[in-house]
């Protein structure tokens, strides 16, 4: 794979916060699904967010790139608190990568033109320097020889890939990833999981939904643990996975570890 | 045998018959997109004005559009789009009924199209910072436009037998000949089957070729 000049190629993370949540809170109707959310992570930094279903781990992502507005409290992104609708949060929102667990490639166009669209459209790249650029992420994550083919043609793995190529196409701050591999077939698991693991070696900042204990523990700075839209728990992972505190971490743990 | 066409300009008549369609075609195209777009857009007035619009025009009788647009629109708020020849006039105002009317047809159908992209990529295009309208234009529309080619279909062959209703306001389209023809010739039968025929020459094949248009452009899940 070539080098990409995307991302911060020197891997050092540069000190300071990155994305920083102050006591945010949700309701969809009576269901109260983040509440009081405090988290902080700081540049160069890869969280994993665990949890039981419904806990709200899709939610809090989704209110990071402001899919999903909040009730109260406030998000700011390297420095910026995010503004209501319009331009000035468009901007912004390229900024946050996003990868979802469903991949949402635009089915009309080319693999190649997915990842050339931000670019032209968001970021006023031109059309060579676009192609460029969509060329050499593709070779990053694996699937170059797919460049002209449309996403229907291709695997799931292939096309989460392409999803993933496509957010870094826009040099994005932050990256975040609803539970990328959890449509995928288990052969093809490792081959976005490697995409993801290299990514945090060349230090992206991270915030990663996901039961994949293997990426969290080689990959991940920190594990936040979620029940009923809380934080319950924050630990290093080793720590986390071994010695939880709370006795929600301990249940869910015992749970996914013996099945 | 065919006697009766003599002294008739059926085919002018027929030219005109196109003219409008098109012409309707094009400006309902415009309008219903727009509508659309304001039914599925963010803003709560224009959502309320689209499907106000939407359920009152497509419900009102074609008929009692274009004869507003001739006895309210032209005489009683003289409106006269930009023309002082009375059969311009009409001609124009029958557009402006046909698009009107059309154009609540149009949205539907679109509207049943932009419901079959899968609301993940419009999130994935907001994500990537496009902003609203561009959401729309680059990753909805074009995929809706594809998939409703059908609905949009029928709605153009539609289109093409209701511009027939401008007879009512005496635009010298083909139902307005054939009304002339059949009151002069007494030869009712014929004079009805040229028409029909000059009809189904002009949908037939627009039929035919949007149908395969649609099958070479949908895009594939
Ligand atoms: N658009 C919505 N409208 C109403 N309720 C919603 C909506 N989206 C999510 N919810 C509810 O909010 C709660 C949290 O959902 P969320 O998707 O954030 O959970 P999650 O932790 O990602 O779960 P999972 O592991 O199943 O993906 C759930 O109870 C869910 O049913
Ligand atoms: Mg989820």
């Known amino acids: ?130 192609e460029e650029k969509a060329r050499a992420l593709l070779d990053r994550v694996g699937v170059a020889t797919q460049a002209d083919k449309y996403p229907a043609q291709l695997s799931g793995g292939q096309q989460q890939r392409v999803a993933i190529a ?21 052969e093809m698991i490792n081959e976005v999981l490697e995409v993801m693991q290299q990514l945090a070696r060349d230090g992206m900042t991270m915030i990663v939904v996901t039961h994949e204990m293997g990426f969290a523990r080689s990959a991940a700075n920190r594990v936040v643990f979620m029940a009923d839209g809380r934080i319950v728990e924050e630990a290093a992972p080793d720590q986390f996975f071994s010695n939880p505190r709370s006795d929600r971490a301990k249940d869910f743990l015992s749970k996914i570890l013996h099945h | 045998m065919f006697d009766f066409l003599e002294g008739y300009d059926v085919l002018g008549a ?13 400006g309902s195209l415009v309008w219903g997109t727009l509508l659309a777009a304001m039914r599925v857009g963010p803003v709560p007035l224009m959502r309320g004005f689209g499907t106000v619009y939407v359920n009152i025009v497509r419900n009102i009788p074609l008929t009692v559009i274009i004869l507003f647009t001739s006895l309210g629109l032209n005489n009683t708020l003289g409106i006269s789009l930009g023309s002082s020849v009375i059969d311009t006039i009409n001609f124009r105002l029958a557009v402006l009924g046909l698009v009107a009317y059309t154009s ?41 436009f594809r998939s409703s080619v059908g609905p949009l279909t029928n709605v153009l062959i539609a289109l093409t037998k209701n511009t027939t209703v401008a007879a009512a306001i005496g635009v010298a389209e083909a ?47």
């Open chain 1, 1 to 130: 794979m070539t080098e990409v000049s995307v991302a911060k190629e020197d891997a050092v993370p540069e000190a300071g916060e990155l994305v920083v949540l102050k006591s945010v809170n949700k309701h969809f109707g009576a269901l109260h699904v983040l509440q009081d959310i405090d988290l902080t992570i700081a540049r160069g930094e890869v969280v994993v967010v665990i949890g039981p279903s419904g806990s709200g781990k899709s939610t809090l992502c989704r209110t990071i790139n402001r899919l999903e507005t909040v009730d109260s409290g406030t998000i700011a992104i390297d420095g910026r608190p995010l503004p209501q609708e319009g331009k000035e949060l468009a901007r912004l929102r390229a900024d946050v990568g996003m990868v979802f667990q469903s991949f949402n490639l635009f089915a009309h166009k080319t693999v190649l033109e997915n990842v050339m669209l931000g670019q032209i459209k968001v970021r006023k790249a031109d059309r060579k320097q676009a």
């Open chain 2, 175 to 221: 139902a307005t000949l054939m009304k002339t023809m059949v009151e002069n010739e007494a030869q009712l039968i014929p004079i009805s089957a040229v028409f029909a025929l000059g009809f189904v020459i002009l949908t037939l094949p627009t039929g035919l070729i949007l149908g395969w248009v649609g099958k070479k452009v949908a895009v594939k899940r």
């Open chain 2, 104 to 144: 609540a047809f149009v949205c539907e159908a679109l509207r049943s199209g932009i419901n079959t992209v899968p609301v993940g990529q419009a999130e994935a295009a907001r994500a990537i910072g496009l902003s609203f309208s561009q959401v729309l234009r680059l990753v909805v529309l074009p995929q809706a």
């Open chain 1, 166 to 186: 496509r957010a870094l196409a826009m040099d994005p701050k932050v990256m975040l990833f609803d539970e990328p591999t959890s449509a995928l077939d288990p």
């Open chain 2, 14 to 26: 027929f030219w005109t018959t196109v003219q409008l369609t098109l012409l309707a075609a094009v």
